[in-house]
């Protein structure tokens, strides 16, 4: 950001809201209570903590799974995190199980794994965090997992020897000389840094061709302008529904070719399916401020004895 003439430095903030799931998601653990077994226990307890119903009724779960004003007899199994203390406790009474249910959601490609993480993502606005991890004496089999997360990717400040340092996400995209050379005066001449920059390491690619509403493209474009990055979308679908702004990258194909014609303001980025030196021309004087990159196809190679699937392309941008 410029202001009167100096550089002044701006954080991007990403406004977040709660999601609830539109559908009910199976638990991620089976609770079995033996329920002869746990009256006999009720009743014990009651006597052990005068007839405290509350205190009866949740024990031992710390995470409300026993909360119901039947406690231990309907517990609410989407609380339920796995901790096993109710095992450790009661190992005659209750037990934990891995939900089938849920091992079956995703695919091949799609682990249930991933499928809780983006569906955390998706329902908080926030990314889970995972540390390295503890790898000392005290950790592996037979040991509890202790994590621990000492990343700056994660985390945009934190405190150091200094106090507070906050650590930059900002990317440059575009050209850069490997060197500025000034003249008498102090004033830069020859080839100058063409940059943009957005505020966080990632943009919004093109949705596939088979899912590409109007709805769609608007809340990308809108995601990439409240979070200052770009969302790329076909040049012909900018025009026709009318989405004009910095934060949208007109992707031009040859078919589209001739939309530009009707493209009545200069993006702040155009990006081609190649790179022919007369279109690359054209588009200079078209629009002399915009950057200019390709979208190129990378080979991803496997070695020896890795999985007889065919490799896939990749697609990627070099900016000029």
């Not at 915009?290 to 890795?306: A, E, F, I, M």
């Amino acid at each position: 950001m410029v202001t009167a003439g100096r550089l002044s430095y701006h954080r991007y903030r990403i406004e977040i809201r709660p999601a609830p799931d539109l559908v009910r998601l199976p638990p991620r653990f089976r609770v079995e209570v033996k329920k002869h077994r746990l009256i006999g226990l009720v009743l014990e307890e009651l006597v052990r903590y005068r007839a405290d119903l509350p205190v009866v009724l949740s024990r031992p779960c710390v995470y409300g799974v026993f909360s119901r004003p039947v406690g231990r007899l309907a517990p609410k199994e989407e609380l339920c995190v796995g901790c096993l203390r109710c095992t450790v406790q009661y190992p005659d009474v209750v037990q934990i199980y891995p939900n089938p249910e849920r091992e079956r959601l995703g695919d091949s490609y799609l682990k249930p794994a991933y499928v809780d993480t983006l569906l955390y993502e998706a329902r908080t606005g926030h990314v889970p965090v995972r540390g390295a991890g503890y790898r000392g004496p005290l950790g592996g089999a037979g040991w509890d997992g202790m994590w621990t997360d000492m990343s700056e990717i994660v985390r945009p400040t934190r405190d150091g020897i200094h106090g507070r340092e906050f650590i930059s996400t900002a990317i440059d995209i575009g050209e850069k000389p490997p060197w500025l050379v000034f003249n008498e005066d102090g004033e830069p001449v020859g080839a100058l840094p063409r940059l943009l920059t957005i505020q966080v390491p990632f943009l919004f690619d093109c949705p596939p061709q088979s899912a590409r509403p109007r709805l769609l493209l608007e809340i990308l474009a809108r995601a990439a302008q409240e979070i200052e990055t770009l969302a790329l979308v076909p040049l012909d679908l900018v025009v026709q529904f009318d989405l004009a702004g910095p934060h949208v990258v007109s992707v031009v194909e040859e078919e589209t070719w001739r939309w530009l014609a009707r493209l009545s303001w200069s993006p702040r980025m155009i990006a081609l399916t190649g790179w022919e030196p007369g279109r690359v021309a054209e588009l200079d004087r078209r629009s002399p401020g915009s950057t200019l990159c390709t979208r190129v196809d990378l080979l991803v190679y496997r070695k020896p004895g890795d999985s007889a699937e065919p490799a896939k392309a990749v697609g990627s941008g070099q900016a000029r």
